[in-house]
């Protein structure tokens, strides 16, 4: 079946860092791929999405490549600030089911 | 309208409680679903309706009870609820069978079994 990996946090950072999450999958077919936002006591938000191999998602300076050959969608950002500090999520839906399948899961804290 | 609406924000209800949660859409979007939610945890899927009927149960219990009145619309009944049922409830809703749309969640309510 289909399954989504991402690494342990939390994960902290100082301002203007650079952030990276990785993430890496198993599905069957092509899958389309994504990356959820949660900020504290709120539900998730889009943050980006690539459909096919070698897409670049981009919104509010995070940064993700579909990489069929490494199986992999790591999330990116140059500078990470105070407000980017959530639970990020990695997540692929495949064939034409209506399933979203999700990762764990990172916490990131960014910290002065 | 490119929200998902969910009422109420928080919930607290005793075992022997019946009470219902509410999820409004206006985007046209005929898939819609339900995930329960613990801290520090993925959501889990629990229902997901398409065009109004319910397509996947994920063997939740009895005591929850979902209702789709029309495409707009998605609740969920609960009643008998244990105390470990208490998370964050959230609704989702997507383009039907399109693997290219990711979903529009609502901000979930919170819900407290005592």
């Known amino acids: 079946g289909d399954s989504v990996t991402q690494m342990e946090g939390p994960v902290t950072l100082s301002e203007e860092a650079f952030l990276t999450i990785n993430c890496t999958y198993t599905?069957?077919?092509?899958?389309?791929l994504f990356w959820y936002v949660q900020y504290p006591g709120e539900g998730l938000q889009l943050l980006l999405k690539?459909?096919?191999?070698?897409d670049k998602g981009s919104n509010k300076g995070f940064e993700a490549t579909y990489r069929k050959e490494t199986t992999s969608f790591h999330l990116e950002k140059g500078s990470v600030q105070v407000s980017d500090s959530a639970v990020y999520f990695c997540a692929l839906r495949s064939g034409g089911g209506n399933k979203l399948t999700f990762g764990t899961g990172t916490q990131l804290k960014v910290e002065l | 309208d490119t929200e998902v609406t969910q009422t109420p924000k928080h919930l607290v209800m005793g075992m022997t409680n019946k009470k219902s949660l509410k999820c409004e859409q206006h985007m046209g979007h005929r898939a819609m679903y339900w995930y329960k939610q613990k801290a520090k945890k993925p959501p889990e899927l629990m229902f997901v309706?398409?065009?109004?009927?319910?397509?996947i149960n994920e063997s939740v219990p009895s005591r929850f009870s979902p209702e789709c009145p029309n495409s707009s619309l998605l609740n969920l009944h609960l009643h008998a609820l244990q105390p470990e049922d208490s998370a964050l409830y959230l609704c989702?809703?997507?383009?039907?069978?399109?693997?290219?749309?990711?979903?529009?969640f609502g901000s979930g309510t919170r819900l407290t079994v005592v």
């Open positions: 599905a069957t077919g092509y899958p389309s």
């Open positions: 309706y398409s065009y109004e009927k319910l397509s």
């Open positions: 690539a459909t096919k191999a070698d």
């Open positions: 989702a809703s997507s383009q039907n069978h399109d693997r290219g749309e990711g979903y529009t």
